[in-house]
Each structure stands twice: as structure tokens, then as C-alpha cells.
């Protein structure tokens, strides 16, 4: 049974994917509910009839009460068949409405559609461009990828369990009160006039006091996560107290905007009080003066009685409803600011597959400077000739790891282009570019799975031959055999930590190498390739860094000269231009900055800045 309801939805379902997602909360909402409207208009359905039993049931207590006014024996002979089917009735049929109901509810929508939700918004986040991720803390877009879709799931719940029901309880109320005698309405109708008020004056205030206490506690964990993922910095320099005063003024900030939050129901809780006060004594007074001058019968008052009673109960509920209704809806609105922000880099609406021939790459007049004018790359023409092994030095900030990631196509170039092989990599898919070129970059971080998963991450259909076989070329094959996790896993099961902390720098850029070796892509970028291993291992694979270049289009930044010494050709960048080119003898020759470069090594690094 569990089973059925659990299936009607399928939350990994295909969908069309939007560049630029709903902005306005209703409409978010309305586009990730549209699998589940058929479910809504259900559940609703059942709501109401939930409630018209809750109200009819009242509506009978007061018709029994009337009946026990004659002989027992005559009430049971006229009545008798009417009070059998009224008990099965609720023996039976109002249970199987309310189970309806509650797995509607409870196992068709809810379960199903907070996973939905969280499926999408990090489907939708994992196709933003690396510049987006570096313009936020990664805790805090976590944070609103996973707090979102319970708030979501909040919401769907109040709308149907509190809001549809006491709707529909509130109308059945006044019919019934309207049958009972008209009269009666009057003080029910006063009530809810100061309810809608109290009603409004509560949920006007909190949604937004629940986005500002949301957006502080994102901003607690983006804080907390930012210390914890930067632990050996924190360690390193003793900065725990700085840390702790860092994350201090953000778990204040959440502290203070909680308070103001929690004061909105605290002055609801004590208005809801007096009104509920003013309820009982309304409805039951006028309906026992009403009987005392015999206008109304017995049953009329106790159905009143219930009925307000039944009212009052339900009047904090209902408002704890209503703003946990609007609270989360605060809580959605905080997270949208992460999740339905538009797509900052696309493929064309014609993107097709790059279709490598050559590898020859080509920039014309590129220019970028992260929106801030300077930095970067400034108007430079470049042509790298297929298979050509190319260079690239220069002090910090000279725009050799922009090159690389406008390559990449991490960031779209602001003015110019770049080619493979004639196709402006803007034109083609991002999948096929970036599969089409092997990386091994000075940051060898690692995701916290196994060595085998790493590895396999440059090929995942490889074989475990050709891992083994590229871990043994990379110079890893050995130290990963005597890996062991805590966890009792070894080897390539071993897993290697957050960002791969298990392993030393020269071990993660070894495995890094491995994966680079593995995935074989016709273009080959090195940034500092060998820069975290030791002189011998780094002899030991020199070998095998040439031998991943043969038939590649290469291109390698360096500080460490020796490293490149040998290519075809070397650039010079400075102040985002292309400062010198030339093989390293011609350089030397020049007496340019990179003869100052080479003359200047300690140990064989660059010491760019000293280089003027």
C-alpha cells in the first residue's frame, strides 16, 4: 500500500531545464509543483471532506442531545436504524477518508517532493560556472540547496493539513451555526473579523523576519564551513580565536533576527488568548440566552458549545499554520536567492559537440578582466600550432591562469575569441570542450571517495587495467597499495579525505597525474604539474609528463624553469600581454625578462617578483 502511494511521482523525472528560473516565489513554486498538481487537487478534495465530517459530527451531537428528550425505548424504535448507520458511518468511512487523506499527504506528496526540489536546485547549481561558485561561501549555497526543500515540503504540508481544512471547517461552522439559528453567526462572524486582523498583522511580519534569520543562519554555516574547510590555515597560524569571533558575530546576527522572529508569535499567542476568550463567551452566551427564552433548543447550545470549543482549539493551531505557512515561505525565498539564480554561462541555443581534428588553438584580440577593468588578459593574438608543446611564464597576476581558464571556457572571454580547430569554443557544447582537454593543476585536490573513484573520474568507463596501468605511470601505483583509510578500507578502496588531506601534496598530484594520464584528451593544460613533488620523484616521472605530450597540443605554466625549458615554444606573459616568445635559448638570448627570470632561479623557481 505504502508502496503505491510512495510511486505516483517520480521526483528524478525528466523536466525542461531553464537557464533563467521563475524569480517570484509563487511561480517557483508553481514550477516544481507541476508534477504534483493531480496529487494537490486530491488531497484538497479530501481536506474539505475531512473537515465537512469534523463539522457534521458536531452538527449530530447536538441532534443526539435533542433525541435523548423523549422515553429511551421510543428513541431507539424511531431512531434506532439512524443510529446504527451514523456509527458505522464513523467506524468506517471517516477513517478511510482521513487514511486517504494522510497518505496523500504524508507519502505521495511530501516525501516526493522535497527530493524533487533538492534534485533540481543541485542539478541547477552544478551547471553554474566556476566564477559563480568562487563568488560565495560553498557552506552557505549548500545550506539553502538542502534547507530549502524541507521549507518547501512545510509549506505544501499547511496548505493542505491546516489552511484547506480549517477553511472548509470555518465555512462548515458558519452553516451550521446558520442552521442552528441564524443569530448565532453574528458573534462568530465578529470573531473572525479580528482573527483575519491579527491574522494579517502576524503574517505581514513574519516572512520577512523568517528570510532575514534564514539568510543569518546560512551565513553561520558559509562561516563555520569556511573555518573548517580552511582547518590547516586556521591550525598553522593559531587563529582559532580569530575564528571563533569571526563565526561569534554571525551566530549573533542569527540570535538577533530569531528574537525578532520569535517576538511576532509571542505577541500572536497572547492576542489569539483574549480573542478566544471573547469566542466562548459570544457564541455560548448568546445561544444559552437564547435558550433560556426558549428560542433555541438544548442541542443548539451544545453544538455551540462544541463547536466554539472545538474553534478555540483549533484557533492556535491554525495560526501556528498560517505562520509557519508564511515562515517557510520566508525560508524558500532565501534559498531562491541561490537556486533560481539565472545560469551565468550557457551553451549557444546551436552549441554543438566540438569536432577535434588538430588541436590547434587560436586566440584573437582576447581580452578579460573579471568585470573590474585591469588584471587579466589585455588584447592578446596567439596561435598554437598542433602538437605544438608551448610554455607559459610570468610573474603573479601576469594572466597565465586566466588564459587557462578562459580556455576552459570557466569564464566567457569579454572581448575577442578563442579557437580549436576554427570553432569558437563559445559555439560548442562545454562537455565536449572540456572533454576534449586533460588538466593537472598546482591545487590537486581530490573529492573525498576512493583512489579508484578519483582516478577514474579523467575515464570512468576505463578498465581496472588501464587505471592500474596509469597509476603505475604517474608513479602512485605503490603508495596506494599501502593506503589505509580508518575505516579499514586499503588501497585503491581507500578513501583520501576532504579535498584529499588523507594524502601528502606529492601524493595527491600524483594521483591527480594518474587521472590526467587516464582520460588521454588530445589537449594537454599543466599548471605547475610537478610543483608538490620532491626533485627524485619528480625525475622519476619526467619521463612520463613527455610521454603524456606526444601527439598533444601542451600547454604548461611554470614557475620552476627547468620544467619547460624544453618546449617548442615559450611565452612571456606581463600585465596581461605577451611580453616575449621563443624557444629558451632565443630567450636567454634577448636578455629579456625571462633571461632575468632564469638568472635570477633559487633552486629552479621563478622568483618572478624580484624580476623587473
Excluded at 424504535?77 to 464513523?90: D, M, N, Y
Excluded at 593543476?441 to 568507463?461: A, E, K, M
Amino acid at each position: 500500500m505504502f508502496r503505491f502511494f510512495e510511486n505516483l511521482v517520480d521526483p528524478y523525472c525528466d523536466y525542461p531545464e531553464k537557464d533563467v528560473p521563475p524569480t517570484r516565489l509563487g511561480p517557483f513554486l508553481a514550477e516544481y509543483s507541476k508534477p504534483f498538481r493531480r496529487l494537490f487537487v486530491i488531497t484538497a478534495i479530501l481536506s474539505v471532506i475531512v473537515a465537512s465530517i469534523e463539522i457534521g459530527l458536531i452538527y449530530y451531537m447536538g441532534r443526539v442531545v435533542d433525541l435523548m428528550n423523549g422515553p429511551p425505548a421510543q428513541v431507539w424504535e424511531q431512531h434506532g436504524t439512524e443510529l446504527i448507520l451514523v456509527a458505522l458511518f464513523i467506524l468506517f468511512l471517516r477513517p478511510l477518508f482521513q487514511v486517504l487523506d494522510v497518505l496523500f499527504l504524508n507519502n505521495a506528496i511530501l516525501p516526493n517532493f522535497g527530493t524533487l526540489i533538492r534534485w533540481r536546485a543541485h542539478k541547477h547549481v552544478l551547471r553554474q560556472s566556476v566564477g559563480w561558485f568562487e563568488n560565495d561561501f560553498a557552506g552557505r549555497i549548500t545550506n539553502r540547496v538542502m534547507q530549502t526543500p524541507p521549507a518547501a515540503g512545510e509549506v505544501i504540508f499547511q496548505v493542505f493539513d491546516a489552511i484547506s481544512f480549517s477553511l472548509a471547517y470555518f465555512v462548515g461552522a458558519a452553516i451550521l451555526l446558520t442552521t442552528s439559528d441564524p443569530r448565532l453567526l453574528l458573534p462568530l462572524l465578529i470573531w473572525f473579523g479580528f482573527y483575519a486582523g491579527l491574522v494579517y498583522w502576524t503574517i505581514t511580519r513574519v516572512g520577512p523576519a523568517s528570510e532575514a534569520a534564514s539568510n543569518a543562519r546560512s551565513n553561520v554555516t558559509g562561516r563555520v564551513v569556511d573555518s573548517y574547510t580552511n582547518i590547516h590555515s586556521v591550525k598553522m597560524f593559531a587563529h582559532d580565536r580569530q575564528e571563533l569571533d569571526y563565526a561569534r558575530e554571525a551566530i549573533e546576527e542569527s540570535r538577533r533576527t530569531f528574537q525578532t522572529e520569535m517576538r511576532i508569535f509571542t505577541i500572536m499567542d497572547m492576542s489569539l488568548v483574549t480573542l478566544n476568550g471573547f469566542l466562548i463567551v459570544g457564541v455560548v452566551g448568546w445561544a444559552m440566552f437564547l435558550w433560556m427564552n426558549g428560542l433555541a433548543s438544548a442541542g443548539v447550545v451544545a453544538a455551540a458549545a462544541a463547536l466554539t470549543l472545538r474553534l478555540s482549539a483549533m484557533t492556535g493551531w491554525i495560526m501556528w499554520a498560517l505562520t509557519t505557512f508564511f515562515r517557510q515561505l520566508g525560508v524558500v525565498a532565501e534559498g531562491m536567492q541561490t537556486i533560481a539564480q539565472p545560469i551565468d554561462l550557457v551553451d549557444a541555443a546551436d552549441a554543438q559537440p566540438l569536432a577535434l581534428t588538430d588541436g590547434r588553438i587560436e586566440l584573437r584580440e582576447v581580452s578579460h578582466h573579471y568585470g573590474r577593468g585591469s588584471g587579466g588578459l589585455d588584447r592578446i593574438s596567439l596561435v598554437i600550432r598542433p602538437g605544438e608543446k608551448i610554455g607559459l611564464v610570468g610573474r603573479s597576476g601576469a594572466g597565465k591562469s586566466t588564459l587557462v581558464k578562459l580556455l576552459l571556457r570557466f569564464y566567457d572571454v569579454e572581448n575577442g575569441a578563442i579557437l580549436i580547430d576554427g570553432q569558437d569554443i563559445r559555439s560548442v557544447t562545454q562537455d565536449s570542450l572540456r572533454r576534449a582537454i586533460g588538466m593537472v593543476q598546482q591545487d590537486s585536490s581530490l573529492l573525498h571517495r576512493s583512489v579508484r573513484d578519483n582516478i577514474l573520474y579523467g575515464r570512468p568507463d576505463a578498465t581496472e587495467d588501464e587505471m592500474i596501468r596509469a597509476s603505475i605511470q604517474a608513479q602512485a601505483h605503490d603508495f596506494i597499495l599501502a593506503l589505509e583509510d580508518p575505516q579499514g578500507r586499503r588501497g585503491y578502496d581507500a578513501h583520501v579525505g576532504e579535498r584529499g588531506v588523507k594524502l601528502s601534496g606529492g601524493q595527491r598530484q600524483r594521483v591527480t597525474l594518474a587521472r590526467a594520464i587516464l582520460k588521454d584528451a588530445p589537449i594537454l593544460l599543466l599548471d605547475e604539474a610537478t610543483s608538490a613533488l620532491d626533485s627524485e620523484v619528480e625525475a622519476a616521472i619526467q619521463d612520463t609528463l613527455y610521454g603524456m605530450m606526444e601527439g598533444k597540443t601542451v600547454i604548461a605554466i611554470a614557475h620552476r624553469l627547468s620544467t619547460i625549458a624544453h618546449m617548442d615554444r615559450i611565452l612571456v606573459l606581463d600585465d596581461g600581454h605577451v611580453a616575449e616568445a621563443g624557444t629558451h635559448d632565443e630567450l636567454l638570448a634577448g636578455n629579456g625578462l625571462y633571461a632575468g627570470f632564469w638568472a635570477r632561479q633559487s633552486g629552479g623557481f621563478l622568483n618572478a617578483d624580484a624580476a623587473e
